[in-house]
């Protein structure tokens, strides 16, 4: 009867123990391979983790988000993977109805989901800073203040002045983290890398530097938005380059007076003491007055021969210009575009 007894304990404990086995088998199972991100949705989700962001952040982010289902399994595997000791921080895409296993296999590998950045149209460094950390982790400030760095922009060959023309207009792939610092470096690769030895030979050829080169494309990009007309305004300014005559280019007159707003150059604004004043000085301004575009830099490394010294803005207003190779026949095209303004009451 003793027997029979100790018998059926082992029994119930075999029972037992086969039990809580298999309840652990399904667990573990279900922990790690069932479904438990995004189980409802049909499209990834993009999960930003910060530079030095916690384990607890993570998945208090995932959670809040309704990203994952079951907070807990994805700890306990996350546990047992050692991600919680090991977060990368950085830009991840979850695709819908992934497993905790490849999920913590994803955010531990670091394997990032690289962004796009563009900027265009810049003609400050504010511009700049806003426009290249847009979708970045960066705060604009921070790339703000290694652009006005002296100092520090002095190792890539530039100054105060002439750093703007480091950074080629262009979208380009970078990691959602990228510090200031990388991202400078990155910006810099790509400044080199389109000054090729075709490019700086060009620059050469027409008694320009890359950062000259830069300076007045700048301008040529300021006085006309007409890709296909740059090169023949690009021609004038060499040719007044080349006589030692003032550029006397309007948009620098509106960058000397630092107000963006102004739709007509008056002679009170010729009378600005600035060495981009190109009315008071003759040559090119320090540096360039914007982010001059690819096209605008080609066009001046290309530009159109001719006799041209002179251009104005046609009077109907259509962006393009009316050129000429002597004063008088310039101030008859100057005095019907300034009709024409007038009729726009633009003043």
């Given at each position: 009867m003793f027997e029979d007894k100790?018998?059926?304990?082992?029994?119930?404990?075999?029972?037992?123990?086969?039990?809580?086995?298999?309840?652990?088998?399904?667990?573990?199972?279900?922990?790690?391979?069932?479904?438990?991100?995004?189980?409802?949705?049909?499209?990834?989700?993009?999960?930003?983790?910060p530079s030095n962001a916690t384990f607890q952040q993570v998945a208090d982010s995932l959670y809040q988000n309704a990203v994952i289902h079951d907070l807990i399994t994805f700890g306990f595997v996350s546990k047992v993977m050692k991600y919680q000791e090991a977060v990368k921080p950085g830009l991840y895409t979850i695709p819908p109805k992934i497993n905790n296993l490849n999920l913590v296999r994803l955010l531990r590998s670091g394997n990032q989901t690289p962004v796009n950045i563009t900027f265009n149209n810049?003609?400050?460094?504010?511009?700049?800073?806003?426009?290249?950390?847009?979708?970045l982790e960066i705060d604009e400030s921070s790339f703000l203040?290694?652009?006005?760095?002296?100092?520090?922009?002095?190792?890539?060959?530039?100054?105060?002045?002439?750093?703007?023309?480091?950074?080629?207009?262009?979208?380009?792939?970078?990691?959602?983290?990228?510090?200031?610092?990388?991202?400078?470096?990155?910006m810099y690769r790509e400044y080199e890398k389109f000054w090729t030895e075709s490019r700086k030979e060009k620059a050469e050829n027409?008694?320009?530097?890359?950062?000259?080169?830069?300076?007045?494309?700048?301008?040529?990009?300021?006085?006309?938005?007409?890709?296909?007309?740059?090169?023949?305004?690009?021609?004038?300014?060499?040719?007044?380059?080349?006589?030692?005559?003032?550029?006397?280019?309007?948009?620098?007159?509106?960058?000397?007076?630092?107000?963006?707003?102004?739709?007509?150059?008056?002679?009170?604004?010729?009378?600005?003491?600035?060495?981009?004043?190109?009315?008071?000085?003759?040559?090119?301004?320090?540096?360039?007055?914007?982010?001059?575009?690819?096209?605008?830099?080609?066009?001046?490394?290309n530009y159109e021969g001719h006799s041209y010294l002179y251009f104005c803005a046609k009077d109907d207003f259509s962006g393009y210009h009316a050129f000429a190779t002597n004063l008088n026949d310039h101030l008859n095209n100057a005095r019907r575009y300034q009709a024409a303004l007038n009729r726009a009451k633009i003043y």
């Open positions: 100790k018998t059926k304990i082992y029994l119930i404990l075999i029972i037992t123990f086969s039990v809580l086995l298999t309840s652990m088998s399904f667990y573990f199972y279900q922990a790690f391979f069932s479904p438990n991100a995004l189980v409802d949705k049909e499209e990834p989700y993009l999960l930003k983790i810049v003609r400050t460094k504010e511009d700049l800073s806003e426009k290249i950390t847009r979708n203040n290694l652009l006005s760095d002296s100092i520090y922009i002095m190792k890539f060959g530039f100054e105060q002045e002439t750093i703007m023309s480091m950074f080629i207009p262009n979208t380009y792939e970078v990691w959602w983290n990228t510090s200031p610092e990388n991202l400078f470096d990155r027409i008694g320009l530097t890359p950062l000259e080169v830069s300076t007045l494309a700048s301008i040529v990009q300021a006085e006309t938005q007409k890709s296909d007309e740059r090169p023949r305004v690009a021609g004038v300014y060499m040719n007044r380059l080349r006589i030692n005559m003032p550029l006397q280019a309007d948009p620098t007159l509106v960058f000397a007076a630092g107000d963006f707003s102004i739709r007509r150059v008056l002679n009170v604004h010729k009378e600005i003491d600035s060495p981009y004043n190109t009315y008071k000085y003759t040559g090119l301004p320090p540096g360039p007055i914007n982010l001059p575009e690819i096209s605008a830099l080609d066009a001046v490394l």
